[in-house]
């Protein structure tokens, strides 16, 4: 089979498949990367994790992009892209085109209500899970909240202005 | 033209989405809620639930709700290539250089200040959802029951959410 054609069902399948954020989906995609496919050494896919997981975007769609370009260039990067966005493209687009007339019957108000209070519990536990202890964490932490939160500053600038502080902080402990 | 500023928008937002998931909630709001007031905060809750029972990526699942609710098929097409376009080409010039980026200086440099600061844009996406979402004492008693289960008896998200709704449907 054409390799950009392989790459792109395997992503289409990944992309259709995998609920609950990028993680989920690396053992998924290491199976069929490494082992079924033998496209990457086991250590090579480790190492381009570091990759995806470290620029801005999100980790499916990086994943795709870097595989897609190792095994076939600027046009397996495409197909791979392709691949794994389509399926929630497509979901996403149902949801949003019948949204409208479901949100205006009246009877499911309190359903959407619930599940909104949900969601508030859904990022508070994200937010936990990668909580890490150290006092200037915490004050990147908590400068980060009061910035956004309460001065509702733009969150590029305080992305920005928390990288700089840690540049500052190696900078100053080098000495 | 509202195309050119859905795809300014989620280029933007595509540029420095860092961490993935939830850490880009804030960035996302910033940009269609509070500089263009394109959707409401209590539509921007449902496309995260929806985001979470649906698969998929949440910068890819808002961009797509967002560029429909405005303009169609074209604003879906144009936001996800959008959001996507920076981090692509950041990935495919960096794919080249994995060995020298795996230990690099600059990388830890990034990310010591980065590392909190997505922990903080997360807790600030919470509470700013939470300021929509918790409006009296039972969608707060909701909001408590979900992050206990989830948090002590590991429930499935998926499961949390179909849960939350029965009890809005119950209670609310």
């Known amino acids: 089979m054409n390799k950009n054609l392989k790459l792109f069902l395997i992503y289409l399948k990944i992309g259709a498949f995998t609920f609950g954020g990028g993680f989920a989906m690396i053992p998924l995609i290491e199976r069929e990367i490494v082992e079924t496919n033998e496209w990457m050494e086991p250590e090579e896919f480790r190492d381009s994790l570091a990759v995806c997981q470290s620029v801005p975007g ?3 769609v990086n994943n795709a992009v870097f595989i ?3 095994i076939n260039g600027v046009l397996g990067a495409i197909a791979a892209a392709f691949g794994v966005v389509i399926p929630s493209f497509l979901i996403i687009m149902t949801i949003a085109s019948v949204f409208t007339q479901i949100k205006n019957i ?3 108000d309190p359903i959407f209500n619930g599940i909104r209070a949900a969601v508030v519990a859904l990022i508070l536990t994200a937010g936990l899970k990668l909580f890490t202890k150290g006092i200037f964490n915490i004050f990147i932490i908590v400068l980060t909240f009061i910035g956004i939160a309460y001065f509702e500053l ?5 992305i920005i202005m928390s990288v700089a502080f840690g540049i500052l902080k190696n900078r100053k402990e080098e000495q | 033209m509202i195309i050119l500023d859905l795809f300014l928008s989620f280029f933007k937002i595509g540029s420095f989405s860092f961490g993935g998931g939830y850490c880009m909630l804030p960035l996302i709001q910033n940009e269609i809620i509070t500089k263009n007031s394109w959707i ?10 929806t985001s979470q029972m649906t698969p998929g990526p949440i910068a890819v699942n808002s961009a797509t709700f967002v560029g429909y ?6 604003g879906s097409a144009v936001n996800t290539f959008g959001v996507i376009l920076v981090p692509a080409v950041i990935v495919m010039i960096l794919s080249k250089y994995v060995d020298k980026f795996k230990n690099s200086k600059i990388l830890e440099d990034i990310f010591t200040g980065l590392r909190p600061a ?8 919470a509470f700013s959802v939470g300021k929509t979402a918790i409006f009296n004492i039972q969608t707060l008693g909701i909001a408590l029951v979900i992050f206990l289960i989830i948090n002590k ?3 499935h998200p998926i499961l949390a959410i179909a849960f939350s709704g029965v009890l809005g449907a119950v209670i609310l």
Do not use: C, H, Q, W
């Open chain 1, 58 to 60: 999100a980790i499916a």
């Open chain 1, 68 to 70: 897609g370009y190792r």
């Open chain 1, 106 to 108: 009246k009877m499911i």
């Open chain 1, 154 to 158: 733009n969150p590029i600038i305080v």
């Open chain 2, 40 to 49: 409401t905060a209590e539509t921007f809750i449902d496309i995260i639930a």
């Open chain 2, 69 to 74: 609710e405005l303009a169609g098929v074209l």
């Open chain 2, 118 to 125: 997505l922990v903080g844009l997360i807790l600030a996406s």
């Open chain 2, 153 to 155: 008896f590991k429930t």
